[in-house]
């Protein structure tokens, strides 16, 4: 077994596929999280979530920790398979962990997965379904301050075991507009 590092991404979607944002922001408080305006699903909904693959055990992990954000973002989900699930979760090793951003899994086809938990890693299904309820990752929100050395990003991602262009690179850690316009959140989560 290697050391190398596990990296999660953001499935963002292509630029000419995305919704023009409104600005919004909630004052006070540190940001825990960063949610682009329009990604998230409405209050109270209940996701219906479908795998594709995975042992019972893995899925019985990602039904647990799926739950800790049932606890705090009034938000259900169920588990139930339906070919039409909003979330589609894969479980291929070689794709490591992503997910596509709340709403933005509805534009996906329905044969294809919106999210995939390449590894199980500590709280790697909480973080994807963080990403699937509408969350992106606090480092590409505009105010949050990050001097980043972009070369040394760049040269270290470009490594094994992600093998990113600058492009790429950019576009998942560099840039801070990632659609737009960013709402920052704060979540008592324990995760």
Request: glycine share 8%; aromatic share 8%; charged share 20%.
């Amino acid at each position: 077994m290697t050391d190398r590092p596990k990296i999660c991404i953001d499935r963002i979607l292509p630029r000419d596929m995305m919704r023009l944002q409104t600005v919004a922001r909630i004052a006070g408080g540190p940001v825990r999280a960063i949610a682009p305006i329009g990604k998230t699903w409405m209050n109270g909904s209940t996701l219906r979530v479908r795998f594709m693959g995975g042992t019972v055990a893995e899925q019985d992990k990602v039904r647990q920790q799926a739950g800790w954000w049932a606890q705090v973002a009034n938000i259900k989900f169920d588990f139930n398979n339906a070919p039409d699930a909003d979330i589609r979760i894969a479980f291929d090793p070689s794709d490591g962990a992503w997910s596509y951003i709340g709403t933005d899994c509805s534009a996906i086809p329905l044969n294809a997965p919106t999210m995939n938990l390449g590894f199980l890693d500590g709280g790697t299904p909480a973080h994807e379904f963080g990403h699937a309820i509408g969350l992106a990752h606090e480092h590409q929100n505009p105010a949050g301050g990050i001097q980043w050395n972009e070369q040394v990003v760049i040269r270290e991602m470009a490594k094994s075991p992600n093998f990113w262009d600058e492009q790429k690179t950019r576009h998942n850690i560099l840039d801070t507009n990632v659609s737009g316009f960013i709402l920052p959140r704060k979540f008592p989560c324990k995760a």
